[in-house]
């Protein structure tokens, strides 16, 4: 049987619609990755990643702030519900949106009233790439469950060949810290350069290696802290 578009106001209005959802999914897709701008001597990292966003604003060892949450994309709009801020707490639970245009590798938008030009520096389909929550750590020979309870959560996103991991309790708006950088995982070795840290600058520009692989879709990942403690963990995707 042939449609006939122009005489059925139904099917053309699920036509549109879904031509509507195709759009909407094309945009979502295209922001997926990192982007960056600079000013002087201050970097600015967009990363977009399974529907999560962040913003990092650093110097050379100058942290300066972030913030983020999960995001959606409407009418190539970007839809923020604002989950931390380190800068501004009382803009915990609001939720923020702006225009945006992709052309080629540039992105335009405004974000707090503020104009802005990025490039993309990924494009956050590494097999890493995702949004994480350890789920698991190894104590006496043997990886124990850990159960989330409350508000209070530790992420780590990872997407575009840069990472950021932030400790924050959307429900109290408190923001406890955050680390950042460009990471790779080559051959089963995961390393991190750190570009930003909020608790001690001094971390800037040190490297740590672990070893790692995805096992049934977890993030295994072992080795020495920072601190020199060793170190083995279990991460899951956050849905």
Request: net charge neutral; charged share 20%.
């Amino acid at each position: 049987m042939k449609l006939n578009l122009r005489g059925s106001p139904v099917i053309m209005m699920v036509f549109l619609l879904l031509i509507s959802a195709a759009v909407k999914a094309q945009s979502a897709a295209a922001l997926t990755g990192s982007w960056q701008s600079q000013e002087g001597d201050t970097k600015t990292v967009l990363l977009f990643q399974d529907n999560y966003f962040t913003q990092s604003v650093f110097k050379a060892k100058e942290f300066v702030m972030t913030f983020g949450g999960p995001y959606t994309v409407e009418n190539n709009a970007i839809k923020i519900n604002v989950e931390f801020n380190s800068a501004n707490g009382e803009e915990v639970g609001k939720q923020l949106t702006s225009n945006f245009s992709i052309n080629g590798n540039n992105l335009q938008l405004a974000l707090n009233n503020k104009a802005a030009s990025l490039q993309r520096t990924g494009d956050g389909s590494a097999p890493l790439d995702g949004v994480w929550q350890i789920t698991g750590r190894m104590q006496e020979g043997k990886v124990e469950p850990i159960n989330h309870t409350g508000t209070r959560k530790t992420l780590k996103m990872l997407t575009g060949g840069r990472f950021q991991w932030f400790a924050i309790d959307p429900a109290t708006k408190m923001f406890s810290g955050t680390g950042g950088g460009t990471y790779s995982f080559v051959n089963g070795k995961y390393t991190e350069n750190i570009e930003l840290f909020s608790r001690d600058n001094n971390r800037v520009g040190a490297s740590l290696s672990f070893d790692g692989k995805l096992e049934n879709g977890d993030w295994h990942h072992s080795g020495l802290s920072s601190a020199g403690a060793s170190i083995y963990e279990v991460w899951g995707r956050v849905e």
